[in-house]
């Protein structure tokens, strides 16, 4: 059964942090993008949640920070957003957080609760909002973002109702040669998802609908393709279609306009879901910030 969505808030009783200072993120101007980051778990327990002693992946520190408040940090510094809203099954879990104290100081951030389905949660909530879009959604793992890579996706994705975000294997493999990634084979090229999407009109609502029976299939690009006839099916399966013909294709049986943004950044592609993510993704923060 579907959970209800609703706000909340995060308590003004949480301990204070002890750690470093975490400075608010610099006020942007207010943009016309609603960013959805989704940080909550799914079924079952996390392997690397439970490695690190948390309860939530989202909760696991990098370089010092907890993911989703390091992924909600880049987001308000981003121009092109306008407010940010953290969907998880457990916003409680996210109030005790010491990391995210600064978010009740922020009136362009709030937690949300979310269901067990990520685009059943995303329909609920564009059916509570009114003319949300253009809606960008990103996980909490993904904590090499930075407000130059989405604003290099959000300008990619003009022009298009849905729009998913990729790196190619020349760009990540010229970067970090040693890293292990799901790639997703095309005529002309392997790709690995940034976890990106933007959704740009109401005509995305197809897209979150279809997503709903394949979910469980997120990375296994067979089933998926499959979802959208035999002719696709063949033509991924014997790579004599390229990404963007795909994709495009996939549209036309949505009735969307539907393309993938290439990102020159290769920690666009790294996530952490394992424990060689978190240790690539600590020492290319600490790199940063040594730069």
């Known amino acids: 059964m579907d959970m209800p969505t609703h706000s909340t808030t995060l308590p003004k009783s949480e301990p204070e942090y002890q750690g470093n200072p ?3 993120p610099p006020r942007p101007r207010a943009g016309g993008w609603t960013a959805i980051v989704l940080a909550g ?3 079952g327990v996390d392997p690397l949640a439970r490695q690190f002693g948390q309860t ?6 990098v370089d010092g920070e907890a993911m989703v408040s390091r992924v909600v940090r880049t987001l308000r510094a981003t121009p092109a957003i306008g407010r940010v809203l953290v969907m998880a099954q457990d916003p409680g879990a996210l109030a005790e957080c010491a990391d995210l ?10 937690c949300t609760r979310s269901g067990d389905g990520i685009s059943r949660s995303i329909l609920d909530f564009l059916d509570a909002e009114q003319a949300p879009f ?4 990103t996980t909490a793992d993904n904590v090499l973002l930075t407000p130059e890579m989405v604003n290099a996706f959000v300008g990619g994705a003009s022009g298009a109702d849905i729009s998913v975000g990729l790196v190619d294997r020349p760009t990540m493999m010229a970067r970090y040669p040693g890293t292990q990634r799901t790639w997703l084979k095309f005529r002309g090229g392997a790709y690995t998802g940034a976890n990106l999407f933007a959704l740009r009109s109401p005509a995305a609502r197809s897209a979150l609908e279809v997503w709903q029976s394949v979910e469980q299939d997120r990375k296994k690009l067979l089933r998926i ?5 035999p002719a696709l099916l063949l033509r991924v399966l014997t790579r004599t279609i390229s990404l963007h013909g795909a994709i495009a294709r996939a549209g036309d049986r949505l009735g969307v306009r539907a393309r993938p943004v290439l990102l020159a950044h290769a920690e666009a592609g790294i996530d952490v879901d394992k424990p060689s993510d978190h240790a690539m993704a600590e020492a290319i923060l600490r790199e940063r910030r040594s730069a």
């Open 134 to 137: 253009p809606l960008l959604i």
């Open 41 to 43: 778990r799914r079924p």
């Open 101 to 110: 104290g600064w978010i009740r100081q922020d009136p362009g951030v709030r």
């Open 22 to 24: 975490l400075p608010m």
């Open 56 to 61: 939530m992946k989202s909760l696991i520190r």
């Open 225 to 229: 393709a499959g979802r959208f006839g």
